[in-house]
């Protein structure tokens, strides 16, 4: 693994041995040290990469990554996932599993071969001719910290941006027909709540995202990877549910895919 060492003189090793408590123990964190230290996605990063590497042994390599944007023009963001935390199919979250379940429904794509690092940058037509699949998927949002939204932006960046869980649904194929910025989203939860509209994503068109991230996470040393599972962004509002709440999401004729929090 390569960390992006733009600013050496930040001392990442509080700050990541915090996060790793927070994670292995359970413990809740007020803020995070030296936070005011962290000034640019790339110490954001580098906390990023240092935490995933320590949580290999208990977590799983990183086999997804999650990807966004606040705006169509803005640079995105992303951080890589474990593998356990990802679940394909209808799913019964483990108790205890998140503290917070703020529940997000999106598209990801799953790639079906390596694009691994080299001098030229990835394009668009090579990283869609990767991708094998798109799926309905729920995110659950958490936080290490004591509230989502609690902390800086870069902080909760640095914090694996906030992932808790991934749900992914069967995957289709024929996807590329697809325009997400044209496509209908439902989100319906068990209290009778339903969330259902056109688009949503705040990127805008989320296959962009594929190609940033393709070369980015080249870039950081972790690279995508056949099997790779990428979801791009929320295409609905943070829900924040209750335990005990089922939540199901479906994007445009995609198969859907449901959530229990146990």
Same mark, same amino acid.
């Given at each position: 693994?390569?960390?992006?060492?733009?600013?050496?003189?930040?001392?990442?090793?509080?700050?990541?041995?915090?996060?790793?408590?927070?994670?292995?123990?359970?413990?809740?964190?007020?803020?995070?040290?030296?936070?005011?230290?962290?000034?640019?996605?790339?110490?954001?990063?580098?906390?990023?990469?240092?935490?995933?590497?320590?949580?290999?042994?208990?977590?799983?390599?990183?086999?997804?990554?999650?990807?966004?944007?606040?705006?169509?023009?803005?640079?995105?963001?992303?951080?890589?996932?474990?593998?356990?935390?990802?679940?394909?199919?209808?799913?019964?979250?483990?108790?205890?599993?998140?503290?917070?379940? *703020?529940?997000? @429904?999106?598209?990801?794509? =799953?790639?079906?071969?390596? !694009?691994?690092?080299? +001098?030229? %940058?990835?394009? #668009?037509?090579?990283?869609?001719?990767?991708?094998?699949?798109?799926?309905?998927?729920?995110?659950?949002?958490?936080?290490?910290?004591?509230?989502?939204?609690?902390?800086?932006?870069?902080?909760?960046?640095?914090?694996?941006?906030?992932?808790?869980?991934?749900?992914?649904?069967?995957?289709?194929?024929?996807?590329?027909?697809?325009?997400?910025?044209?496509?209908?989203?439902?989100?319906?939860?068990?209290?009778?709540?339903?969330?259902?509209?056109?688009? *949503?994503?705040? @990127?805008?068109?989320?296959? =962009?995202?594929?190609?940033? !991230?393709?070369?980015? +996470?080249? %870039?950081?040393? #972790?690279?995508?990877?056949?099997?790779?599972?990428?979801?791009?962004?929320?295409?609905?509002?943070?829900?924040?549910?209750?335990?005990?709440?089922?939540?199901?999401?479906?994007?445009?004729?995609?198969?859907?895919?449901?959530?229990?929090?146990?």
């Amino acid at each position: 693994m390569t960390l992006l060492d733009t600013r050496p003189h930040l001392d990442i090793r509080p700050a990541v041995r915090e996060l790793l408590s927070a994670r292995r123990s359970g413990q809740v964190l007020a803020v995070l040290p030296d936070a005011d230290q962290v000034t640019t996605e790339q110490d954001a990063y580098r906390i990023q990469d240092a935490v995933v590497a320590g949580l290999i042994d208990r977590d799983g390599p990183v086999t997804g990554w999650k990807v966004g944007s606040v705006t169509p023009a803005a640079e995105p963001f992303a951080a890589p996932l474990h593998r356990s935390t990802l679940f394909e199919g209808d799913t019964i979250l483990p108790e205890g599993f998140c503290r917070h379940y *703020g529940v997000e @429904a999106e598209i990801v794509y =799953r790639f079906g071969r390596d !694009l691994l690092p080299r +001098a030229r %940058s990835w394009s #668009l037509d090579e990283v869609l001719d990767a991708v094998v699949s798109a799926h309905s998927a729920i995110e659950i949002i958490d936080t290490r910290f004591e509230r989502p939204n609690s902390q800086p932006r870069l902080i909760h960046l640095a914090d694996q941006a906030s992932h808790g869980a991934l749900i992914v649904g069967h995957g289709e194929t024929e996807w590329r027909p697809m325009s997400p910025v044209t496509e209908t989203v439902r989100l319906s939860f068990s209290d009778g709540r339903v969330v259902e509209h056109i688009g *949503g994503n705040s @990127a805008g068109d989320p296959r =962009r995202l594929l190609v940033w !991230l393709a070369n980015h +996470a080249s %870039s950081r040393g #972790l690279p995508l990877l056949a099997g790779t599972m990428v979801t791009t962004g929320s295409m609905t509002d943070t829900c924040f549910v209750p335990v005990g709440t089922s939540a199901t999401a479906q994007i445009a004729h995609l198969p859907p895919v449901t959530v229990r929090i146990a």
